[in-house]
C-alpha cells in the first residue's frame, strides 16, 4: 500500500525538465541542474537516463549541464532518434557548447554516441566520447576483454 | 527440485535491462533460440557484462528441472565481438538481421543453420564495405534457411523477352519473369533478386544493386507477409524515405 502510494505521489508531483530532460518537482521552471548558475553552461553532458546523471554527479568530477536521452537507440525495440531527445538536444546545441557524449558502453549505447556523434559533426558542434579504460582497484586479470581491448587502444600518454 | 547446470555457446540476439539491474537475454545457439537472465548484468566489468547484444558467448547457466522459468545465467565467456556492429551505417542492418532471426525461430527449432547465417551474416556486416548489400542478401538467405524464400521460375541464362521485368508474387513464393500478379521488378532488380535470394554467395556480394529502393519494397513486402512486420526494417524504410521522400 505504501509503495503503490508513493509510486502515484511520485507520478503526481515529478515532470521532466523542459531543457535537459532530467527529472524535476512539477511545476518547477527548470530542474536544479539547469537552474545552477555556477555550472558551466558550455558544456553538455548527454546521458541515456536520469540515474546515468546522478552517477555522473557522485563523481564530483563534472560542473557542466547535462542532457537525459531517456534511451538508446534500438531499432528493433522501435526505438529510433524520434524516440529519444534528439531533436531537442540538437535544438539546444544550436547555440553551440561543447558535448560529451557519456551513453552506455553497450553495442546500443555506443550506436547512440556513433550516431550523435556523426550529426553532431555535421553541425559543426565539438563533441567528445567519455573514455573507455578498467575500473579502478581492479585486476587486469579479472578484466573483460573487451574493456581490456579498448583500454589498450585508446590508451594515454604518461 | 532438483537444478541442472548446462553451458551453452551462442549469439546475444536480445538484449533487455531491467530497472533492477537484471538484463534478460535471448541467445541464438546452434540447438534453437532461450532466454535467460543475468543477475545484475548491468553492472560494468563483470563478467555478465558481457552479454552485450550480437556477442558471441558461452554461457553457463542454471535451471530447475521441470520448471519453464528462465535460466540463471551465471558465467560468461567472450568468444567474440565486433565493435564496428555499433558503427551508424551498420547498427540498422545488424538490428534487422538479429530481428529477422528472432521472429524464424518464433515456433521451430532452426537453431543451427540460422545460428551459422546470423554469425556469418554480422561478420559480413563488420567486414563488408557495402553493408546494405549484405543486410539484403542476409536477410533473403536467411529466409531460405527458414523454408520461406520464393522459388525462381527462370535460371541465370535464361532468355527473357527484351523490355519485360520481373514478378514477385509474394503469396505464392514465387520471382517470376514478365507481367503477373504481385510487385512488379524492372530487369535488372528482378535478377539481382534471384541472385540474392538463390546465387552463390561471393556472386551476390558483388552485385551492385542499382535500385535499391526496390529491392527493400520487395524484401519488406515478404517480410510482412511472410514472417510479419519488423521494427528495425520498419526504421530503415522511414530512413530510406526520409533520404528519397
Same mark, same amino acid.
Request: charged share 20%.
Given at each position: ?34 537552474? %545552477?548558475?555556477?555550472?558551466? #553552461? #558550455? ?5 541515456? #537516463? ?8 557522485? @563523481? ?13 537507440? @534500438? ?6 532518434? %524520434? #524516440? ?19 551513453? @552506455? ?22 563533441? @567528445? ?9 581492479? %585486476? ?19 | 527440485?532438483? !537444478? ?9 540476439? *536480445?538484449? *533487455? ?14 540447438? =534453437? ?19 552485450? &547484444? ?9 535451471? !530447475? ?18 565493435? *564496428? ?11 534487422? $538481421? ?26 559480413? &556486416? ?14 533473403? *538467405?536467411?529466409?531460405?534457411?527458414? +523454408? ?24 505464392? +513464393? ?10 512488379? $521488378?524492372? $530487369?535488372?532488380? =528482378? ?25 527493400? !519494397?520487395?524484401?519488406?513486402?515478404? $517480410?510482412?507477409?511472410?514472417? =510479419? ?11 530510406? =524515405?526520409?533520404?528519397?521522400?
Amino acid at each position: 500500500m505504501a509503495l503503490s502510494q508513493a509510486i502515484a505521489e511520485a507520478k503526481a508531483t515529478l515532470e521532466r525538465c523542459p531543457v535537459c530532460f532530467n527529472v524535476m518537482t512539477r511545476g518547477e521552471e527548470k530542474c536544479a541542474v539547469c537552474l %545552477d548558475p555556477n555550472r558551466d #553552461q #558550455q558544456l553538455v553532458c548527454v546521458v541515456e #537516463q536520469p540515474a546515468d546523471l546522478l552517477a555522473i554527479e557522485r @563523481s564530483g568530477e563534472y560542473e557542466g549541464l547535462y542532457h537525459v536521452l531517456h534511451g538508446a537507440l @534500438s531499432p528493433m525495440n522501435g526505438v529510433g532518434p %524520434d #524516440q529519444l531527445t534528439i531533436r531537442q538536444l540538437l535544438e539546444r546545441l544550436a547555440s553551440g557548447p561543447e558535448v560529451i557524449l557519456a551513453t @552506455s558502453t553497450t553495442v546500443e549505447g555506443e550506436a547512440t554516441a556513433m550516431y550523435l556523434a556523426r550529426t553532431l559533426g555535421e553541425q559543426g558542434v565539438k563533441a @567528445s566520447r567519455i573514455a573507455y579504460g578498467l575500473p579502478v582497484g581492479g %585486476d587486469l586479470e579479472y578484466a573483460d576483454e573487451v574493456t581490456l581491448g579498448r583500454a589498450i587502444v585508446h590508451r594515454r600518454p604518461v | 527440485m532438483s !537444478r541442472r547446470y548446462s553451458v551453452s555457446h551462442g549469439i546475444v540476439i *536480445r538484449r *533487455r535491462p531491467l530497472p533492477s539491474g537484471d538484463v534478460v537475454v535471448t541467445i541464438l545457439s546452434e540447438s =534453437g533460440k532461450w532466454a535467460g537472465v543475468a543477475r545484475k548484468g548491468k553492472l560494468p566489468g563483470g563478467n555478465l557484462g558481457r552479454l552485450s &547484444l550480437f556477442h558471441d558467448v558461452t554461457v553457463q547457466y542454471y535451471r !530447475r528441472r521441470d520448471d519453464d522459468s528462465l535460466a540463471l545465467l551465471t558465467q560468461v565467456r567472450l568468444n567474440g565481438a565486433l565493435p *564496428r556492429l555499433s558503427a551508424p551505417d551498420v547498427y540498422p542492418y545488424a538490428n534487422l $538481421l538479429a530481428e529477422l532471426t528472432d521472429a524464424l525461430t518464433v515456433d521451430t527449432d532452426l537453431g543451427e543453420p540460422l545460428y551459422h547465417y546470423l554469425a556469418s551474416g554480422l561478420r559480413g &556486416l563488420a567486414a563488408h564495405h557495402d553493408p546494405e548489400l549484405v543486410s539484403l542478401l542476409y536477410a533473403w *538467405r536467411l529466409l531460405g534457411q527458414a +523454408g520461406l524464400a520464393p522459388q525462381s521460375a527462370s535460371a541465370a541464362g535464361d532468355d527473357i523477352q527484351p523490355g519485360s521485368g520481373y514478378t514477385l508474387d509474394v503469396s505464392a +513464393g514465387l520471382l517470376h519473369p514478365g507481367p503477373g500478379a504481385g510487385l512488379p $521488378l524492372d $530487369l535488372e532488380t =528482378g535478377e539481382e533478386l534471384r541472385e540474392l535470394v538463390h546465387g552463390s554467395m561471393h556472386g551476390a556480394l558483388g552485385l551492385p544493386l542499382a535500385r535499391r529502393d526496390q529491392h527493400w !519494397r520487395a524484401l519488406a513486402r515478404y $517480410l510482412s507477409y511472410h514472417v =510479419g512486420e519488423l521494427r528495425s526494417l520498419q526504421a530503415l524504410l522511414q530512413e530510406e =524515405g526520409d533520404m528519397n521522400p
